[in-house]
Structures are given as structure tokens and as C-alpha cells.
């Protein structure tokens, strides 16, 4: 039986020739990331609402 991904993508945008830009879900928690990466360099960081909160899809 094969396991659900745990991880998917929801939206991929770049943002110039080395740049991109990434919002993953995690399936368990329903928690939105955003990964950037531009050249050798990258971040994940929670996206957060307006109020702060972070983002939650289920």
C-alpha cells in the first residue's frame, strides 16, 4: 500500500533567471511554507496572515 506524500506543492513562481519562489503544504498539519531559493542560497519560513497567524489549509 503506498503512503500518502506528506508534502505537496501548491503554487511554483519565478521570479527571475536563478529565483524562484515556492509554497508547500503540509498534508499533516495543513500549515502553507514558503521556500525561496536564488542562486546558492535558499529559506522556508511559515506563511503568516495579516494578523500574524499562520496560514492553514485543509
Not at 498539519?29 to 503568516?48: H, Q
Amino acid at each position: 500500500m503506498a503512503k500518502d506524500k506528506r508534502f505537496t506543492i501548491d503554487e511554483k513562481n519565478g521570479l527571475g533567471m536563478t529565483t524562484q519562489a515556492v509554497v508547500i503544504v503540509d498534508n499533516e498539519t495543513g500549515v502553507n511554507y514558503l521556500f525561496v531559493k536564488s542562486g546558492y542560497g535558499a529559506g522556508l519560513t511559515p506563511l503568516l496572515d495579516s494578523k500574524g497567524n499562520v496560514i492553514i489549509t485543509r
